[in-house]
């Protein structure tokens, strides 16, 4: 029984062989045409999906022509090269989906999703209102030393003023979020053990 490798002819395709290493698209595209489908079947048979499949092929042809300079045809035939290129690209695949999985399976799983606290989203919502009716430069001396932990002395240092104004303005803005906010007094934590 004759296969394709028989009743192909060598020389046309070693000559579109060499014009491919020569940078011709058109000779690779010639190549891609005589072989694609064999490559894909191969892949085929190795992977899940027709769409691996698709992707190990067009992988295949890649590598062939990236390494063009250093393929050498086998029995005159870039093809069994391209098999065993589906073939390596097939493995790497089920390996790394492999991994994947194994990496899903190991992963933590949490038995419900939580939607936002309500009542933490109203005391947000209350902050930001009062941050909002502050002077923007008292709003922004706030978050600067409460917030973001910047000594007084370089907040006042952005906007320009003296460090002692700059205390004067966040103390009148501490006291306000105080007045604003009373209600959400939060118990002080416990000390105990902390040096």
């Given at each position: 029984m004759r296969t394709f490798l028989d009743v192909r002819d060598d020389s046309v395709e070693l000559q579109l062989w060499e014009r491919a290493r020569e940078n011709d698209g058109e000779a690779f595209g010639r190549l891609f045409d005589l072989h694609r489908y064999r490559v894909y079947r191969r892949a085929l048979g190795l992977v899940d999906s027709q769409h691996d499949a698709e992707d190990i092929t067009a992988a295949a042809f890649f590598e062939l022509w990236r390494k063009r300079r250093s393929v050498k045809p086998a029995d005159g035939s870039v093809l069994p090269w391209?098999?065993?290129a589906a073939v390596n690209l097939s493995r790497n695949l089920r390996r790394s989906t492999s991994r994947y999985q194994r990496l899903l399976r190991a992963a933590p799983r949490s038995t419900a999703v939580e939607g936002p606290d309500?009542?933490?989203m109203e005391t947000r919502k209350r902050l930001a209102a009062s941050l909002g009716e502050l002077s923007?430069?008292?709003g922004a001396l706030l978050v600067l030393?409460?917030?973001e932990g910047l000594p007084i002395a370089q907040a006042a240092e952005v906007f320009g003023l003296k460090p002692a104004t700059a205390r004067v303005r966040l103390h009148r803005a501490?006291?306000?979020?105080r007045a604003d906010l009373h209600d959400l007094d939060p118990?002080?934590?416990p000390?105990?053990?902390i040096s």
């Open positions: 391209l098999l065993v309500a009542e933490m923007p430069v008292d030393t409460v917030l501490r006291a306000r979020l118990a002080p934590l000390t105990e053990g």
